[in-house]
């Protein structure tokens, strides 16, 4: 466990910062890197490398790709540009702040801050519908075998693979809903969390039911809801020891396997997709050899 990135196998923590860096043009990245990887533990900063940074490093990463663009009825899956991910865990806002200018000046001038947002715990792992998120993650000696890369060598082994995707909630149109269409769009009683047998097709939890996929889609999420002046939601992440187990679930989300999409689709939507590569860590500080660092 000590190449991995601990925060990735933690719990979520109270709050969170999430960065997402674009490269500049022109730029040479080496040298930010070098200084990202001898600042950063892994566990207070979980880091991301994008498929365009990796690309821009001349290497390639077997198993990380471009996010996939996904339509349906009413509604988009986009992919959106990012080079590098940070996400800042922590229990207080203020630090948060000041270590997310210090990683920006860090990266400086290679890299660009696109993107910030806030999360936080809400209840006991409440999405901000008032429902349990995340009630099938894998725990202990599984959620590792799920998330973490193994047996592929020096600089890889104990990585992991993310995606993410931020997702704007209409809370309003949520609201509207009878308790009913709630715990059926969702899948599951909202009073004790129990799993409805007579759901619809559409509830999302039958939708990404992880058992049912042949083999076993299981990913390990690491979600918290957002919230500012533009709206509310949730940011998902899920890790995992590829890419697959979350293409499964999210075709399957989109219906282009049976042509029914996820219920949620009726109250939000996501606005970002990233993939990343989670690099591991080596004696205290992420191991980039993998990038030729």
């Known amino acids: 466990m000590s190449t991995v990135q601990l925060g990735i196998l933690a719990p979520a923590p109270p709050l969170a910062r999430y960065l997402v860096f674009s490269l500049a043009p022109s730029s040479d990245p080496r040298d930010a890197l070098k200084r990202l990887r001898a600042t950063t ?26 996010f996939p663009n996904h339509s349906g009825a009413g509604f ?37 801050l696109d993107r910030v947002i806030d999360a936080f715990q809400y209840g006991t ?8 998120d995340g009630t099938e993650n894998p725990t202990g000696e599984q959620a590792y075998a799920v998330a973490v890369v193994q047996k592929r060598g020096e600089g890889f082994d104990g990585s992991s693979f993310v995606a993410v995707q931020q997702w704007v909630h209409d809370l309003t149109r949520f609201d509207s809903m009878s308790v009913t269409e709630q715990d059926h769009t969702i899948g599951r009683r909202k009073s004790d ?36 002046g533009t709206g509310e939601g949730l940011v998902f992440v899920a ?9 499964h679930l999210l075709k399957r ?7 029914i999409p996820d219920a949620l689709f009726n109250f ?7 993939y990343f590569w989670c690099p591991p860590v080596h004696a205290g500080q992420l191991d980039l050899r993998a990038l030729g660092l």
Request: aromatic letters at 8%; glycine letters at 10%; one cysteine or more.
């Open 253 to 259: 989300m989109v219906g282009a396997e049976d042509g």
């Open 41 to 66: 533990d892994g566990e207070s900063t979980v880091v991301g490398i994008g498929q365009s940074l990796v690309l821009a490093l001349g290497r390639s990463l077997e198993g990380l790709r471009g």
């Open 239 to 247: 890790f995992g020891a590829s890419f697959l187990p979350f293409e």
């Open 193 to 228: 969390n129990e799993e409805l047998d007579d759901a619809p097709a559409s509830a999302h939890v039958k939708r990404t039911a992880q058992e049912s996929f042949d083999p076993e889609a299981f990913v390990l999420r690491r979600s918290m809801p957002w919230a500012d």
């Open 76 to 112: 988009e899956v986009p992919a959106t540009p990012g080079a590098l991910w940070c996400w800042l865990r922590g229990k207080d806002r203020g630090e948060l702040v000041h270590r997310a200018r210090l990683m920006a000046q860090t990266l400086s001038p290679a890299f660009r």
């Open 268 to 274: 939000t939507r996501p606005i970002s997709g990233n």
């Open 125 to 132: 792992s409440l999405d901000l519908t008032g429902y349990q």
